[in-house]
């Protein structure tokens, strides 16, 4: 099984700071990655596939990067309604599996 | 507009079965693969499960394997998820959702919350 160790597990954050948080496989997988917001009580939200490609909707302040087995996904200027936990998952194989989550909090 | 509706969780004893559901509505079933994933209380998300659209086949998490099995109605838009021999950690809130493309997933549902406890 291909696991995902997302870093950091929180960040404490101000409106309008750059936040980036990464991401990395135990083994390569040729960029296919996805990223998601998910706030509490709600369903997560696909904010980016392909580990780059923005999903329709989704503010350009979000943007995702990195290739092989490294990405990151990066908010340019943290927004109130950004607070909320981000799930990486790899699309490449069976089992599908996710990150732990990075929890990203009001300083 | 796409939704997807989850049903049939509740409480079930260790050793129970439970079949949950999930219609949807506002796109063409038949054409998207679709999943179920999982959410324990105050953790991550887990996949659980996934169809195929076209010939049916099916992937499971090591976790369920053997215990859960997923199929879908193209007729009647409605995917489900059959549980058995159920287990404290099959808690979780249990999500349906879409396959943009192949295995990223753009709709979800809003959940149906299964807890096995006796």
């Known amino acids: 099984d291909i696991q995902m160790t997302q870093s950091p597990s929180s960040v404490s954050a101000s409106v309008g700071d750059r936040v980036t948080i990464t991401c990395r496989a135990s083994?390569?997988?040729?960029?296919?990655l996805a990223w998601y917001q998910q706030k509490p009580g709600t369903a997560p939200k696909l904010l980016i596939h392909?580990?780059?490609t923005l999903q329709s909707g989704v503010p350009s302040r979000f943007s995702g990067s990195g290739s092989w087995a490294d990405f990151n996904l990066t908010i340019s200027s943290l927004q109130p309604e950004d607070f909320a936990t981000y799930y990486c998952?790899?699309?490449?194989?069976?089992?599908?599996?996710f990150g732990g989550g990075t929890k990203v909090e009001i300083k | 507009q796409v939704q997807l509706v989850e049903s049939g969780g509740g409480l079930v004893r260790p050793g129970g079965s439970l079949t949950l559901s999930c219609k949807v509505s506002?796109?063409?079933?038949?054409?998207?693969?679709m999943t179920w994933m999982r959410q324990a209380p105050g953790k991550g998300l887990e996949w659980v499960s996934y169809?195929?659209?076209?010939?049916?086949?099916?992937y499971y998490a090591e976790s369920v394997k053997g215990r859960f099995t997923i199929s879908r109605d193209n007729a009647k838009n409605s995917m489900f998820l059959q549980m058995k021999n159920l287990r404290a950690e099959d808690t979780a809130m249990y999500f349906c959702?879409?396959?943009?493309?192949?295995?990223?997933?753009?709709?979800w549902g809003q959940g149906t919350l299964v807890a096995v406890s006796s």
């Open positions: 959702a879409r396959a943009r493309w192949k295995r990223d997933f753009d709709f």
């Open positions: 506002g796109f063409t079933f038949e054409d998207y693969y």
């Open positions: 169809i195929d659209k076209t010939d049916g086949t099916t």
């Open positions: 083994r390569g997988i040729n960029g296919w």
């Open positions: 392909a580990a780059s």
């Open positions: 998952q790899q699309t490449n194989s069976f089992p599908l599996t």
